[in-house]
């Protein structure tokens, strides 16, 4: 049915009609049974209405936002002025289950098969990534052998304790904890099992995080007790694993898809770090004047794709990741920017406008921000493991 501009009889119901069948195409659900058309306003001659996406890291904003301008148009008729506002609000499961934190909506373990793949450096990435849309982002460092979060991103001092409370430490607009906060700077972290188990349920359980729309936990490389803990202490929303390309790291990459599997923890996807070198941003960059005239001349690669050199190997991550059927989320290059600003505690600066990272940075959240919608919206949350003699 098609309305002129000028009619009175134009209802919210007509303009929520016209919408059926514009779906999300990450969650591929129809965007008002999902309940994302919000706030419909209809004045002369006009149609306002607000489209609240999942996550506002959305990588097909672009896409959702013509698909309802198109569907609008074609059902109402195109004289109507349409005023759409693109939202986001971060959903969780929609049901609470023991074990679960009051207040966090999405909690995700950042792992590795083995370490030196950059793990860490990946998790404080993707918590700073998922700030940059606006998300409300805790990073908890579990990695207790080796706690590097507070050094990649510039934190200090001591967690404070508010009645029975602990309080993270704030930096850049991220709530923090970790050991490195706890211990002397050269102090051997030596523990067993049960003593781990402890540690993660403060972390967890006793430190006030506060209302978070995800939690990013950086666990230890390996397939240790602390992913066991995690999974036994409440209902993970999934887990990211990071790898690099080389087939010797891919081996322990499939053995960390398998425990997260055994441990019913969902997989949201692979990350492959220093995927490339990155020649020519490197000279752009480093090179001095005399190379930079010399890259703006025709022919200083001989072939296009010579400016990357494959240093590790090339696509290693995304074959194993479709092996395995895992979701990739991306590459990123290894790159002299990301490692200065980690050494110098300012692994914020990574996600800076200029950065030769960030549009690889801001994919790879992207991509991990659609996968957790996607988890959120097809079941609900995986059982806890239960360990059998």
């Known amino acids: 049915m098609m309305f002129g501009k000028k009619s009175s009889s134009l209802t919210e119901q007509d303009v ?107 998790a404080a990435a993707i918590a700073y990534g998922l700030r940059a849309y606006g998300s409300t982002v805790g990073l908890m460092d579990a990695d207790v052998y080796g706690p590097s979060i ?19 430490i704030e930096v850049d607009g991220l709530k923090l904890m970790s050991m490195g906060f706890l211990l002397e700077p050269d102090r051997a972290v030596i523990m067993r099992g049960p003593m781990l188990h402890g540690i993660m349920q403060q972390f967890l359980h006793q430190v006030d995080w506060g209302p978070l729309d995800y939690l990013v936990i950086d666990l230890p490389p390996g397939t240790g007790d602390v992913p066991l803990t995690l999974s036994q202490t409440l209902p993970l929303t999934g887990a990211v ?25 969902p997989l949201l996807g692979m990350i492959e770090n220093m995927s490339f070198f990155d020649v020519l941003a490197y000279l752009k960059e480093r090179g001095g004047p005399r190379v930079q005239e010399l890259i703006g001349e025709r022919g200083f690669f001989d072939t296009p794709g010579d400016e990357r050199a494959y240093l590790f190997g090339r696509g290693g991550a995304r074959r194993r990741a479709e092996l395995l059927g895992v979701p990739f989320l991306g590459e990123v290059p290894l790159n002299i920017h990301v490692r200065e600003r980690g050494d110098a505690g300012h692994l914020k600066d990574v996600l800076a406008p200029n950065s030769p990272a960030r549009p690889y940075l801001l994919g790879v959240v992207e991509q991990l921000a659609a996968q957790i919608s996607i988890q959120n919206i097809k079941s609900p949350k995986m059982p806890k493991l239960e360990i059998l003699n």
């Open 16 to 122: 929520l009609d016209a919408l059926r069948g514009v779906k999300d195409p990450d969650l591929h659900r129809d965007l008002v049974d999902l309940g994302m058309i919000k706030n419909i306003r209809i004045g002369d001659g006009t149609v306002a209405l607000t489209v609240n996406l999942t996550t506002p890291a959305c990588p097909l904003k672009a896409q959702i936002e013509r698909d309802v301008r198109q569907a609008l148009a074609s059902r109402l008729g195109s004289e109507w002025d349409l005023a759409i506002t693109m939202g986001a609000e971060v959903r969780g499961k929609g049901v609470v289950e023991k074990g679960d934190i009051p207040g966090i909506k999405n909690v995700l373990a950042v792992g590795s098969g083995k370490g030196g793949v950059g793990k860490s450096t990946m």
């Open 241 to 265: 694993v990071v790898c690099t390309p080389q087939e010797v790291a891919l081996l322990d990459v499939t053995r960390a898809v398998t425990m997260f599997r055994q441990l019913k923890v």
């Open 150 to 168: 507070p050094h990649l991103v510039g934190a200090t001092g001591r967690p404070m304790a508010r009645g029975e409370r602990i309080q993270p």
